[in-house]
């Protein structure tokens, strides 16, 4: 049986920008085959959105938490949204 693609709104605040977060999420995103988008915000927290299958959207949502190796993550605040059919995974 196949599992509905959930999507889920993502944003990470702490030490997030400047470390490689967005390509990190990237190379995970294309890993995983989950589809959606990473871009930094004017306030210097990171927003993603991932749409797929929900064990690898789980999967995605975990790694924000930690975040890449020089990340310090304080917070990821996480919504669900309607998924749009997303493909492939871009950085803004």
């Not at 990190?24 to 210097?44: I, L, M, Q, S, Y």
Request: glycine share 14%.
């Amino acid at each position: 049986m196949t599992r509905s693609p959930v999507r889920r709104r993502v944003r990470a605040s702490g030490e997030v920008q400047g470390v490689f977060f967005r390509d990190a999420t990237r190379r995970e995103a294309t890993a995983h085959g989950v589809a959606g988008w990473v871009r930094n915000c004017g306030d210097g927290t990171v927003e993603a959105v991932f749409e797929g299958p929900p064990e690898t959207v789980e999967a995605l949502v975990e790694f924000c938490r930690g975040g890449p190796g020089h990340a310090s993550v304080e917070r990821v605040d996480v919504r669900s949204e309607a998924p749009e059919g997303l493909s492939g995974f871009e950085v803004r």
